[in-house]
C-alpha cells in the first residue's frame, strides 16, 4: 500500500482513478489544482504523484519540476496523465523527470498496472543470502559441496537494514563478510532466531560482529519456555561449553522477546507458531510489496496429529503466512517415503511443503534445511521429484534448493 497524491482539475478523470487506486489498497489524496497539489504533496509526500499537464494555477511541467528540485522528495515519483498526445509533451514530461505518461481517458486497469510498477521500480532492493542451509548438523565433505553443509543462516538486506535468520554454522561466514563490508563502520544487526535448536544457534559465539565495540545486535525471538531469551543465550556460552562468555561480547546486545509485530524502519517482521518439540517461530519480512517468508522446522500438523477439521484450519494459518511471498524459505527435510520413521521429529514432507506453497500463491520457493544424510546428488534427485510433482499438478512457482552462498534478489 502507497500514499498517492492525485493533481487533476478534471473532477470525472479524479475521481476514476482514485476510485481505482483506493480499491487496491493504496492511500488516495486528491487535489484539483497545480499550486495546492505541491502543497499537498510537500506536506504528505507521497510515493507517487500523478498529475495532469493543463491545470489552473500551476501546469503539471512546472508541478514536476518543483517535485524534482525538493530534495525532500527525492523518493517521490511522478507520473503524467494527460489529454495531450504530442510526442515533444511527452519527451519534455520525461525530461523532468516524469518516470511514466498516460494518455487521457486512462483505462483504470492500465492506470493500476502502471503505477504499480512505477512503486516497484522505487523500491530499495530486497537481497536474500543463504549462508547456511543445512538441517541439524553441518555436513562438510566433498559430498556436500554444492549445497554447502553450514547450519541454518539467512541474510535479508532490506535496503540499508541488516536481518539475520537464525544464527546456525553459517554466521560465522556472515560475520566475516559483514566485517570485510563495512571496514570498521559500525554494524546494526538484527537477528531473528527461530528457536534454540543448536543448528540454529551454534554459529553465535563465532559472529564477529558481536566482538567489536560500537556494533549493534538486537536478537529477536520467543522467551523460553522457563528461562528469558537472554539467559537461553548465556547459557549456550557457559564456561563449561565455551571459553567466551556473552557478558564478555563488546557489541550492544539487546534482547528482544516478541510479542507483536517488529518494525525496523519501513520493515515489518511478523511471527506464527510452528509445530516443533518445544517454542519455534517462522517469520514474514514485509518491505513496501516485497516480501520473504521463513518457515523452518515445522512438522505438518495432519500428517503428525491426524487429518482432521482442528489440525487443518492449524496448517492453513501457516499456509496463510506464507501468502503470495515473492520467496519462501521452507524446510521441507524428509520425502513422503522417509516420514514414517521420522514422525515426530518435528520436521516436514517436501511434497506437503509443495502443496502448501502452491494453495499460498508464492512467487517462489526454497527448500531448506536439508537433511545432514543427503549428498549432492540426492539434493538435486529432491529437486527434480518437485519438478515433476509441479508439473502433474499445474503449480506455477518456481522451486529450487537453497544453497549456502546463493544470492537471490527480489
Ligand atoms: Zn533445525
Ligand atoms: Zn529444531
Known amino acids: 500500500m502507497a500514499k498517492i497524491v492525485l493533481v487533476d482539475d478534471d473532477p470525472i478523470s479524479l475521481r476514476i482513478a482514485e476510485k481505482r487506486l483506493s480499491a487496491s489498497g493504496h492511500e488516495v489524496l486528491t487535489a484539483s489544482d497545480g499550486k495546492t497539489g505541491l502543497q499537498l504533496v510537500r506536506a504528505e509526500k507521497p510515493q507517487l504523484v500523478l498529475t495532469d499537464l493543463m491545470m489552473p494555477g500551476m501546469h503539471g511541467f512546472s508541478l514536476i519540476q518543483e517535485i524534482r528540485n525538493d530534495s525532500s522528495l527525492s523518493q517521490t515519483q511522478v507520473i503524467v496523465s494527460s489529454g495531450k498526445a504530442y510526442p515533444v509533451d511527452i519527451k519534455k514530461a520525461k525530461e523532468l523527470g516524469a518516470a511514466g505518461y498516460l494518455t487521457k481517458p486512462v483505462d483504470p486497469e492500465k492506470l493500476l498496472e502502471v503505477v504499480q510498477s512505477a512503486l516497484s521500480a522505487s523500491e530499495p532492493d530486497l537481497k536474500v543470502k543463504f549462508w547456511g542451509t543445512r538441517g541439524s548438523i553441518p555436513t562438510p565433505g566433498r559430498a556436500t559441496l554444492r549445497y554447502g553443509g553450514n547450519t541454518s543462516c539467512v541474510e535479508v538486506r532490506c535496503g540499508e537494514h541488516i536481518i539475520m535468520l537464525d544464527c546456525g554454522t553459517g554466521a560465522r561466514e556472515m560475520g566475516l563478510a559483514l566485517s570485510r563490508e563495512f571496514k570498521g563502520r559500525p554494524l546494526d544487526i538484527h537477528l531473528f532466531v527461530s528457536h534454540t535448536h543448536w543448528d540454529h544457534i551454534q554459529g553465535f559465539p563465532f559472529f564477529v560482529p558481536a566482538y567489536i565495540p560500537g556494533n549493534r545486535l538486537t536478537i529477536y525471538s520467543l ?11 548465556t547459557g549456550q556460552m557457559d564456561v563449561t561449553y565455551f571459553p567466551v562468555a556473552l557478558s564478555d561480547l563488546m557489541a550492544k546486545l539487546n534482547f528482544v522477546e516478541v510479542e507483536g509485530v517488529c518494525s525496523i524502519g519501513k ?4 511471527h506464527i507458531y510452528l509445530n516443533h518439540p518445544g517454542l519455534a517461530i517462522g517469520f514474514r519480512i514485509e518491505m513496501g510489496r516485497k516480501s520473504v ?3 523452518t522446522d515445522h512438522e505438518q500438523y495432519c500428517r503428525m496429529l491426524g487429518d482432521n477439521e482442528h489440525n487443518r484450519n492449524q496448517e492453513r494459518e501457516v499456509m496463510e503466512f506464507a501468502r503470495g ?6 524446510e521441507a527435510q524428509y520425502t513422503d517415503e522417509e516420514y514414517p520413521s ?6 516436514s514432507t517436501v511434497s506437503d511443503v509443495l502443496e502448501s506453497a502452491h494453495e499460498a500463491n508464492v512467487r517462489r520457493l526454497a527448500l531448506y534445511h536439508h537433511d545432514p544424510m543427503r549428498d549432492d546428488e540426492a539434493v538435486d534427485r529432491i529437486v527434480a521429484a518437485c519438478q515433476e510433482q509441479m508439473t502433474k499438478r499445474g503449480m ?4 529450487l534448493a537453497a544453497a549456502d552462498n546463493l544470492e537471490i534478489t527480489l
Do not use: N, Q
Not at 522467551?223 to 539467559?231: M, Q
Not at 511471498?325 to 521452507?330: E, F, N
Not at 506455477?396 to 522451486?399: A, D, H, I, L, V
Open 223 to 233: 522467551r523460553g519456555a522457563d528461562k528469558s531469551l537472554e539467559k537461553i543465550f
Open 267 to 270: 520493515v515489518k517482521v511478523s
Open 293 to 295: 517468508v521463513y518457515v
Open 325 to 330: 511471498a515473492d520467496l519462501y524459505i521452507r
Open 342 to 347: 521420522k514422525k515426530g521429529w518435528g520436521h
Open 396 to 399: 506455477k512457482f518456481s522451486c
